[in-house]
Nanobody
Framework: QVQLEESGGGLVQAGGSMRLSCVAS????????IGWLRQTPGEEREVVAAFTWSEGITYYADSVKGRFAISRDTYRNTVTLQMNSLKPEDTGVYYC????????????WGQGTQVTVFS
């Protein structure tokens, strides 16, 4: 099990930037995939960015490629999602989540943080 605590979020104008952070606590983070997932009203929760903790192999949803960047600080066990060129459709609740490598589903979740992009 991974404990995840998010920070960041809020209101931002379209075209602006925002950074989300997540502190992860676990006995063996190298065994996990860490992701940022987005929940918007009426839509299924989607993975916007993720990476394998040990190798740092990254994944991005097509909708955020070139605009979002996920990174980790292994010393502080922190995962950061840098979001640039934000669009109103990026609005939603963002969750930091973790799953054991090889798992299909995410098994540990942060509390979520609201991101609202206004035009």
């Amino acid at each position: 099990q991974v404990q995840l605590e998010e920070s960041g979020g809020g209101l931002v104008q379209a075209g602006g930037s925002m950074r989300l952070s997540c502190v992860a606590s676990a006995r063996a983070l190298s065994m996990y995939v860490i992701g940022w997932l987005r929940q918007t009203p009426g839509e299924e929760r989607e993975v916007v960015a993720a990476f394998t903790w040990s190798e740092g192999i990254t994944y991005y949803a097509d909708s955020v490629k070139g605009r979002f960047a996920i990174s980790r600080d292994t010393y502080r066990n922190t995962v950061t999602l840098q979001m640039n060129s934000l669009k109103p459709e990026d609005t939603g609740v963002y969750y930091c989540a973790a799953k054991p490598r090889g798992n299909r589903e995410y098994t540990s979740w942060g509390q979520g943080t609201q991101v609202t992009v206004f035009s």
